[in-house]
């Protein structure tokens, strides 16, 4: 190379000046576009005497939230009402991501079951709640409790004390009251079931809803992990005399463990993602507290980056745990 | 070793009795039905149930299910079947003027035309490419009008199937250039292009659907310049082409760590540039990678355009709830979902079939 033979070209052509060209325009295009957008947010907000900030999180927030499971009331602040949204949107989570594992488990062992009609209803069940998306299925159920149910007058009575109307699901439920613990059944009252444990329709239809639909998912990745165990480990299972639950319980489930968590986890942080969803039922979560906050102050802004960061915090939570987890496996397996 | 012993868990001392031959495929019915013990205890259960069901399932779908005539006729009665009979086409086409509901039909049927067409591997070409460009200006202006001697139709009357299509179309082919950048950005050994296409993929994986919906509807409106108003329709297609591309993007990802380095490598020497080499070279080989997972994505997007319905929007969904506000009906909430269901599931089981299909025959297929 000659530094004095026609310099502009051999800038243009070394590698390292156009990448950091190239990474220079990339850079201040983008911190450009977020500038002006910002811009126009700010410029519009106060067209429109709407205040930035999150001073409107200490005012009263107003609006009845019709369950939750931390305690709430209309005269407390906007920031308690977020924290009550979450409270339900974490507990809703919990609850579906252990109920749509054991369905999940149940629908993947049909399957591979070797009575065709367990495989068949199993496989009916999966391309069912994956083909149909599952705002349909939510709004289907809760059409199902709130029509599809009797009046509590003859409510359906499955199982002793269990009564299924078109108020809601009422079970019975242990009550732990000056140190003693009874079961407490629902009984009619002049109107409704009193006493147990009521589930409101809003409840009942996200909690099947999203169940069912998280099950069929689960329910493939854990037959995906079953399947991917050589099926030498359940020959020679059985051929050391084990038993058929012991075979699954002792060898096939520990070594298909390692080839389900990874997609597992990613599972979980959809079920809690999807839990959103129960916004079309009205079931107080996050999101619905975010849209009616957002309805009543306005501020679009602030509710809707609370919501971006609850839902990050929680993604890429899980994702860290997700990778610590497989770190430590790699490293146990060899 | 001397605690060995101690160690062993489980060890039969007695042997088993031989076992018979398992049931193997020509095995008959009831054999497989009642092999062991477990098993018919699991055919008696899961027969009795169905046994239960299915009389009351008939009843009120059949026997009992009302399939002509009005509202009156629905009430205290089964399955209001002539609800869907007398309502189908403001479920299907949403409040779209009647007298122009050929323009609908028209564009579901061009769809259809275009996704039969592209089945076969043997048409995956430039020209379908081109097809599907040219398909989806004719549908937009198909339902938009206001020129060709049109009647114009306002977005905000377009409803029911085609909004659904529309949505999945658009925001599949709107987001895949936006897709390969991302992918493209990822694997990059730049940092700038590198992180930002991390960060604005994990962030939008990271995210609820319902969230980026109210990012496009409520904020979008308010980042642009005022005075500068932007369609609702507009506004959906935004937050489902983002969430798209983040999808694809991570499917391409794939498909991009699994062409060998050695076809750059070689590219390179043959003195292509880097545009040229990822053009030519990778892209073709990346994509006709991962085609059965980019498929099983479209089943996502479909699902996904349901959502719409809360921004308000009159997809198949929300148009089969207008329909059901009707006074002279009894809502037959039940009977519309199912056929709601049904749709989707027809669109949804057949694009994943396909998936399978390709993925069963498709050589070098996704096999990662």
Redesign the interface.
Known sequence: MDPGHNLIGGWVRDARVR?AA???V??VA?IALVWW??H??I???A?RGITVGFDFLGRAARFPISESVLPYSSVDTFAWAFVVGLGNTLFASALIIVLATLLGFATALARR??????RG?GAAFV??M????????L??WY??VT??LPHPHDALNPLPGVYLTDRGLYIPWPRIADFSFAMEYPTLGRFNYSGGLALTPEFTAMLVGLVFYSAAFVGEIIRGGIDAVARGQWEAGRA???PES?VLR?IIMPQALRVIIPPMTSQYINIV??T??A??VGYPDI?FV??TT?NQTGQ??EG?LL??IV??V???GGSLLMNWYNRRMALTVR | MSNVTHIEAFVRREALAALPPPPGRDAALWKTLFSSVGNAAATLLIGGVLLAAIPQLMSWAVVHGVWNGDGDACRDAGACWAFLRAKYPMILFGIYPSAERWRPILVIAVILALTLWTLPRSHWTRTTVGLWIAGTLAVLVLMGGGIFGLTPVPTSAWGGLPITLLLTVLSVGLGFPFAVMLALGRQSTMPVPRYLSIGLIEITRGLPLLSILFIASILLPLMLPEGFTIDKLARALAALTVFSAAYIAEVLRGGLQGVPTGQGEAARALGLSWFQMTRLIILPQAIRKVIPPLTSTVVVVVKNTSLVLVVGLFDLLSSGRAALVDPLWPAPYTETYIMIAATYFVICFGISRYALRLERTMPNGSST
Do not use: C
């Not at chain 1, 079951?113 to 367990?118: C, G, I, K, T, V």
């Not at chain 1, 994956?130 to 299925?137: C, D, F, G, I, S």
């Open positions: 990448s190239f990474q220079t990339v850079a983008a957008l910002a126009n947010t410029n519009n907000l067209q079951s070797r009575n065709p009609l367990a209803i391309e069912t994956r083909n149909t998306p599952l705002v349909v299925q709004l289907f059409a199902m029509l599809g050391l005399g084990l012991l002792r993602k999807n959103t969803l916004l079309v999101a975010t849209a957002i679009a802004v809707i919501l971006m839902f990050l929680i993604s890429i």
